[in-house]
């Protein structure tokens, strides 16, 4: 049974190990010094020590002897790809052999307790799956059925003026851009991640009204980036994938080489990018070290762009009933229904005092109320009224007292908010023939 296994060429100062004899049978290895006479003569035509000779012996030949006559049993049509298998079993067996029972038993009971938890997961996955799939077959047939509803505002391509707050990003929204399927993607974090994130989310009108499960799911899915000074996160021209979330620092909003808005702590930028179908509108640089976190198209289109579509809609139609903001296209009309906040008064509590320096205007949602002005009741209010909006404009002192009749939602925008989106002075001139 003995093999011929040696035939290396001299090269590059290798001993020259060619046309070695038939000698390295495992029948005829020895197992310890010195060496049989009859395999050391045979060995002596290779130039090598003795040391060498014996661990051609003891340990080399064995393992190719036992390798090349199970490759010959096999007969494999590649025997390379074969005989690496081999070598990696046989070092696999052989590191076994050195676990103790109590050891193979443990990795034993870890590698069926892994196995379940794989298959407890693709299950979920596929339920998850179908899931969606299910909601998706249903929204699909209700964009079928409401397509008019689903068109841009009218006037939402129409030239805007410049003012402080021009377009960030756009992107056309309607039934070719319906749900899919998807599993939400789950990035992970630490519990201080989590804990930042949530804190400000919060503050952003796009996600503090989700539900406890959408409000999770939007945790898990968003991405922490680090924005170094100066750098560029969205450019005017590009697709939009991603919105992102301020943490920490500014950013300002570039069009045409133009600053027309500068977003801080909390606010929001690339978002309407997911909701109507163009490219960015603006560059985004930031002004100094930041922190931002990012959110992908699908997870916001499923989660939430529903959602924060209906309160846009909502809060567009009592807007669009303020003389005041009569004047203001869609587009202004729909990033102040962002900047809205609801607030909720009790039976007889003083929305505004006369005489206190005005900072919010309000819109009665749900609810009514009363203004009195020195002690005498002058007027009531019920949904869809407004007042207190000259306030945000003319620095002039609340001329009336309003209070809540009942229980009340009101919506709020603070003065701070309010210029910071729209141009002042243009909607004083607007507001002059109201006065």
């Not at 038939?22 to 010195?34: G, I, N």
């Not at 003569?41 to 014996?54: A, N, Q, V």
């Amino acid at each position: 049974s003995s093999l011929q296994l040696f035939s290396v060429q001299r090269t590059s100062g290798f001993a020259d190990l060619a046309a070695a004899p038939p000698l390295l049978s495992s029948e005829a290895a020895p197992t310890s010094s010195p060496l049989p006479i009859a395999i050391m003569e045979g060995l002596d035509t290779l130039k090598i020590s003795d040391e060498k000779k014996k661990y051609i012996i003891d340990s080399l030949n064995p393992v190719l002897e036992a390798m090349v006559a199970e490759c010959i049993h096999r007969m494999p049509a590649d025997p390379v790809p074969f005989m690496l298998q081999w070598l990696q079993q046989k070092n696999i067996a052989e590191e076994d052999k050195l676990l103790s029972p109590q050891e193979k038993d443990r990795l034993a009971a870890e590698n069926k307790q892994l196995e379940a938890e794989i298959n407890r997961v693709k299950s979920q996955m596929q339920e998850c799956a179908k899931l969606a799939a299910g909601d998706a077959k249903e929204e699909d047939e209700e964009e079928e059925e409401d397509d008019d509803d689903d068109e841009p505002p009218p006037d939402f391509e129409r030239q805007m003026p410049t003012k402080a707050r021009q377009s960030v990003s756009a992107e056309a929204y309607g039934q070719w851009n319906q749900k899919k399927a998807f599993v939400p993607p789950v990035i992970p974090k630490s519990d201080e991640q989590k804990e930042r994130l949530k804190q400000v989310l919060s503050k952003s009108f796009l996600f503090s009204n989700l539900d406890d499960n959408d409000f999770g799911i939007i945790v898990g899915a968003m991405k922490e980036v680090k924005v170094a000074e100066k750098e560029k996160v969205i450019i005017q021209g590009d697709s939009g994938d991603f919105l992102f979330v301020i943490e920490s620092g500014e950013f300002d909003c570039i069009v045409n080489d133009k600053v027309v808005k500068t977003c801080t702590v909390g606010d929001v930028f690339g978002e309407l990018a997911l909701l109507y179908n163009c490219p960015r509108a603006a560059t985004v640089m930031s002004k100094s070290s930041s922190v931002c976190w990012q959110l992908d198209r699908d997870t916001f289109n499923n989660i939430v762009k529903e959602a924060a579509q209906k309160k846009r809609d909502r809060y567009d139609a009592f807007l669009s009933k303020v003389p005041l903001l009569s004047g203001m296209d869609a587009y202004e009309r729909s990033q102040l229904a962002d900047a809205l906040k609801p607030e909720v008064f009790s039976d007889g509590a003083t929305v505004m005092s006369q005489g206190e320096v005005g900072s919010k205007f309000y819109i009665i949602e749900e609810g009514a109320a009363f203004a009195s002005k020195n002690g005498t009741r002058v007027m009531d209010y019920g949904v869809g009224d407004y007042f207190g909006e000259l306030a945000l404009i003319t620095n002039q002192p609340r001329a009336a007292t309003v209070t809540s009749k009942g229980t009340s939602r009101l919506l709020s925008i603070q003065k701070s908010s309010f210029n910071r989106l729209l141009n002042v002075n243009d909607l004083l001139e607007r507001s002059n023939k109201y006065k």
